[in-house]
């Protein structure tokens, strides 16, 4: 029988259907070199948040074929380390999602009714009953930021309790949206409309510090605030400012920038409820993740499928060969598309000319999904998991495939987003992926570190010695440029790569050049 180790505590559940098919060790806490030594002999190894599996623990299980982490994160898990040497990692991104929707809608509950101020009051003795006057939920706008499984989850549940409910999520289609009974609109439209907002979506670059002074000056006088997703998307002292100025009401927070939060200011003031991150904490979730986990870990050993790898799939060597360089490929020219979209995503169509037209390329729409939802999605967006995660927002994602003569291999990314359409092209050449198209221009820019500065201007003596000099005002570093023509005096795009960062108001600005109709900066 293969043997599994278990060195984080899972429900019963799990450990009862392990034990069918397998020796099981349950070690809790294992680290260091008594973590290399248990998993020396072992098939599978289980955990949770509290074990690191780094490169030197995988490469010290020689007979490792599968890493279970019964939950959905795996930022402890060395994914990079574990595809190269084989070994299948499996999660459970579903288990908790029903108990993370319904401790946010407590905690909507709690803020509106007060119940942990009332609470305290009577127990201290007091019967103060005027103090406490709340709110109703019936015919408020409940604003969700994400409508991924959990905000979906609780956007059907407080529709049952009559609220209207909005969501801002570029990356959900209407189709989808309006089938939940929940209407689309941009992020301002939701600060300025809800009485309530609660939040969903992951911590990216872009959503850190989401809700800070400037969005928080915008929303609507009296609104609470729920956060069960990750602490850094509201900046803590921004929020306490306008809870203490009125214009947020209420706050109710399960999750913390440092956990534990330590003297935090958050946990002392009078108007934000606190729960030491009970999202996932329910019987009925550990249950889920315990067995999800379980039936994984025991379909790997068999040879099977899992449900949730979250490492690359395994395809044949020849249709490899061909495919590995295009991952990259696919992956950043979807981003790419994302960050040049505006508007509410309708549809993708991905092209695939040359010799990638004769593969299965069903890893590389994959990876195209992955660039255009992983800096948005709540989920773990993989490899492998990516179609599903696209199934369940709606999207609309068409292929096709021609050989050509022109182009050994190109991969094509369309994006539809209703008044305005993206078409981004990429290949892989000279051991790197290159962006050769942007919209209608033909380009070369290489990809990698820093940033990309891309300009649609009219073609003109001294275009581009006005947007240099103007990057050389700000102390902006230039490290290529690229420059593309419809016609001579025609529309032209110039993308120039830096090594820093435009922030919003300086690219407003270089907009106000003349003849400069657009600056969009990207990171590819």
Not at 85 to 107: Q, R
Not at 481 to 497: W, Y
């Amino acid at each position: 029988m293969p043997r599994i180790l278990v060195t984080d505590p899972i429900a019963q559940d799990g450990i009862d259907l392990l034990s069918r098919e397998a020796e099981v060790v349950v070690r809790p806490k294992l680290a260091g070199a008594a973590l290399h030594e248990a998993i020396a002999d072992c098939e599978a190894l289980v955990v949770r948040s509290g074990t690191n599996v780094t490169r030197d623990v995988i490469e010290a299980g020689a007979k490792l074929q599968v890493i279970g982490r019964a939950g959905s994160g795996v930022d402890n898990i060395d994914l990079d380390a574990a595809t190269e040497h084989g070994i299948v990692v499996v999660n459970t991104p579903t288990g908790n999602t029903l108990s993370a929707a319904e401790h946010t809608i407590a905690l909507m509950l709690a803020s509106a009714r007060q119940l942990p101020e009332a609470y305290t009051s009577l127990r201290a003795g007091r019967w103060e009953r005027q103090q406490f006057i709340g709110v109703e939920l019936r015919g408020k706008t409940l604003g969700l930021v994400g409508l991924g499984q959990v905000g979906t989850e609780v956007a059907l549940r407080m529709r049952g309790m009559e609220m209207r409910v909005i969501a801002h999520d570029p990356y959900v289609v209407a189709e989808r949206a309006h089938s939940l009974g929940v209407e689309l609109v941009t992020l301002d439209e939701l600060l300025e409309q809800s009485d309530f907002i609660s939040l969903h979506i992951r911590l990216t670059p872009a959503t850190r510090d989401l809700l800070d002074d400037e969005t928080l000056a915008k929303v609507k006088p009296g609104v609470r605030i729920i956060n069960t997703a990750r602490g850094e998307l509201i900046d803590g002292d921004a929020l306490m400012r306008a809870l203490d100025s009125g214009r947020v009401a209420g706050a109710a927070l399960d999750v913390f920038r440092d956990e534990p939060p330590g003297d935090s200011p958050l946990l002392r003031h009078d108007k934000i409820i606190v729960t030491p991150h009970l999202g996932a904490l329910t019987e009925e979730a550990q249950e889920r993740a315990a067995l999800d986990v379980a039936e994984q870990v025991l379909a790997v050993l068999r040879g099977e499928p899992a449900r949730y790898a979250v490492n690359a799939p395994l395809v044949s060597p020849e249709t490899m060969e061909v495919l590995r360089p295009f991952f990259d490929v696919a992956e950043r020219t979807a981003s790419l598309a994302t960050q040049l979209c505006d508007g509410q995503l309708q549809s993708v169509e991905i092209e695939y000319l040359g010799e990638l037209a004769n593969h299965d390329t069903t890893p590389l729409k994959a990876a195209v999904i992955k660039g255009l939802l992983a800096p948005v999605s709540e989920e773990n967006v993989t490899v492998v998991n990516a179609s599903l995660v696209a199934e369940e927002r709606g999207l609309k994602i068409s292929e096709r495939k021609s050989p050509s003569d022109e182009y050994t291999n190109l991969l094509t990314v369309r994006i539809d987003a209703g008044e305005r359409q993206v078409t981004i092209s990429g290949t892989f050449s000279h051991g790197a992926t290159h962006i050769e198209r942007v919209n209608d221009f033909w380009v070369e820019i290489p990809t990698g570190e820093g940033y990309l500065l891309i300009c649609e201007n009219l073609d003109r003596p001294g275009m581009v010695g006005a947007v240099g000099g103007f990057l050389e005002g700000h102390d902006i570093n230039i490290s290529f440029m690229h420059l593309g023509r419809e016609a001579v005096r025609g529309r032209a795009l110039m993308v120039l790569g830096l090594d820093d960062e435009v922030s919003p108001e300086q690219l407003e600005q270089l907009e106000s050049i003349p003849d400069l109709h657009s600056a969009r900066l990207a990171r590819v």
